[in-house]
């Protein structure tokens, strides 16, 4: 076996690289095809878009959490451009920032808990109140043309996309990064 090194003054080996790259290319995969949701109802579809950075986060760290928050952040605007939501997730405040916080957060919340179930809650939080309240903050306006409600029941509206699809997105995220870290637990070490 080929034993690898960290470039010199960083902490980034092959393997940590290589593991980032790909929770960050089945982030894209997410992103861009229908396995990104999980349908619960003609209505509700969970999104489990985020896991990757929660998994990232918990196994290579706060910069891996980065890196994979942000090019899940980049392929949802990129994504975003190509729905009615365009106007929405043009700004990467919306679209980028809070997946960048769900790296940050999760990484955080896992250093100091060592508890992958509270992580992924967390992390699920942060990935739903994040882009929620960006919305509410930056694209008002927008979000409530498009989706052609008053802006004054926008505090409503995304009061109830937050419980109708926080909890279950969080209750898949607790179940899948813990199936997945158990999983991975022996060869992460």
Same mark, same amino acid.
């Given at each position: 076996?080929?034993?690898?090194?960290? /470039?010199?003054?960083?902490? *980034?080996?092959?393997?940590?690289? !290589?593991?980032?790259?790909?929770?960050?290319?089945?982030? #894209?995969?997410?992103?861009?095809?229908?396995?990104? %949701?999980? +349908? =619960?109802? $003609? #209505?509700?579809?969970?999104?489990?878009?985020?896991?990757? /950075?929660?998994?990232?986060? =918990?196994?290579?760290?706060?910069?891996?959490?980065?890196?994979?928050?942000?090019? *899940?952040?980049?392929?949802?605007?990129?994504?975003?451009?190509?729905? +009615?939501?365009? $106007? #929405?997730?043009?700004? +990467? &405040?919306?679209?980028? *920032? +809070?997946?960048?916080? =769900?790296?940050?957060?999760?990484? %955080?919340?896992?250093?100091?808990?060592?508890?992958?179930?509270? !992580? @992924?809650?967390?992390?699920? *939080?942060?990935?739903?109140?994040?882009?929620?309240? &960006?919305?509410?903050?930056?694209? $008002?306006? @927008?979000?409530?043309?498009?989706?052609?409600?008053?802006?004054?029941?926008?505090?409503?509206?995304?009061?109830?996309?937050?419980?109708?699809?926080?909890? $279950?997105?969080?209750?898949?995220?607790?179940? =899948? /990064?813990?199936? /997945? &870290?158990?999983?991975?637990?022996?060869?992460?070490?």
């Amino acid at each position: 076996m080929v034993e690898t090194k960290a /470039v010199k003054g960083s902490s *980034f080996t092959a393997k940590k690289m !290589t593991r980032i790259a790909i929770l960050g290319a089945i982030s #894209v995969l997410l992103s861009v095809t229908p396995l990104g %949701y999980i +349908p =619960i109802n $003609p #209505v509700i579809q969970v999104t489990i878009m985020h896991i990757p /950075v929660i998994i990232a986060a =918990i196994a290579e760290g706060m910069s891996g959490g980065i890196i994979v928050g942000l090019i *899940f952040g980049i392929s949802s605007l990129i994504h975003g451009l190509s729905t +009615p939501l365009a $106007p #929405v997730f043009i700004n +990467p &405040m919306v679209s980028i *920032f +809070p997946r960048i916080m =769900i790296g940050v957060v999760s990484a %955080y919340t896992y250093k100091k808990t060592k508890n992958v179930p509270l !992580t @992924a809650a967390i992390g699920t *939080f942060v990935n739903t109140a994040g882009v929620l309240s &960006m919305i509410y903050v930056f694209a $008002p306006v @927008a979000f409530a043309s498009v989706k052609n409600v008053a802006v004054s029941a926008l505090g409503k509206i995304l009061l109830t996309v937050a419980v109708t699809n926080g909890i $279950p997105e969080m209750i898949a995220a607790v179940i =899948i /990064v813990t199936a /997945v &870290m158990k999983a991975l637990a022996k060869k992460i070490k």
